[in-house]
């Protein structure tokens, strides 16, 4: 018996080793590769969807929340937004006033402050005013700060607020199309743009377009909505 059990069990193993080469040389299929990501921020929105916290987000294409809070500043005189830099965190606390905004963004500490057109903190190096925002007297606000940065051509879905929103451009350059017509801004400039027209932003040049970004907002209202009742011509440069 054993005789016989021995060149069976060796046939076997000849026909498995064969079958196993036979595998091997057949071509194999590459697995699947991911589909590229496309940032199709015209069906679904900027990345960061100005909600997620901008901390850990600093170098990251889209839009982030770095701060939010009621308006406190007078509206029955033209209100402005400052925007002045320190060399640290506490030196801003030591100058930032009751209402101002202390904020990490871009690298650099910020005191963001909503006020007139007098004033002035005790220190901190100006970097811009913008404005004036235009708002409504009595009415109640929440002032939504934001960090924005978009690749050139990169555009936001058509969308309104409940109240103003303003831009401080750091880098590169921005358009905006309303149905009024179109606003292009540039690294050092700002731009203000009033409550309820549907609007576009897009990214426009050849550099990554860096921006402070302030809404204004009613506060019983959400600070955005999509503008389905209107769609941009694109009459953005490009």
């Known amino acids: 018996m054993l005789s016989m059990s021995q060149p069976a069990s060796y046939e076997r193993s000849i026909l498995a080793v064969v079958a196993g080469v036979a595998c091997a040389s057949q071509p194999r299929s590459a697995p699947p590769q991911p589909e590229p990501v496309r940032m199709n921020v015209a069906a679904v929105g900027v990345p960061g969807g100005c909600a997620a916290r901008a901390a850990g987000h600093t170098s990251d294409v889209g839009c982030y929340l770095t701060a939010v809070e009621p308006l406190s500043a007078d509206a029955s005189y033209p209100v402005y937004w400052y ?66 940065t978009f690749t050139p051509g990169m555009h936001t879905a058509p969308h309104r607020h409940p109240g103003p929103e303003a831009w401080f451009v750091l880098t590169g350059a921005q358009c905006l199309e309303t ?13 203000v743009v009033r409550e309820g027209p549907p609007m576009l932003l897009s990214g426009v040049g050849t550099q990554v377009r860096r921006a402070l970004v302030l809404v204004v907002h009613d506060s019983s209202l959400p600070w955005t909505a999509p503008a389905h009742d209107w769609n941009a011509k694109g009459l953005c440069p490009k």
């Open 179 to 191: 149905p009024d017509g179109v606003t292009v801004v540039r690294a050092g400039q700002s731009a």
């Open 83 to 148: 925007l002045h830099t320190f060399p640290s965190r506490t030196a801003a606390e030591n100058a930032r006033p009751v209402r101002g905004t202390i904020v990490e963004s871009f690298g650099k500490v910020w005191l963001f402050t909503m006020a007139q057109d007098t004033w002035r903190p005790p220190s901190g190096e100006f970097v811009a005013r913008v404005g004036p925002i235009p708002l409504t007297p009595g009415k109640s606000y929440t002032v939504r700060y934001m960090e924005a």
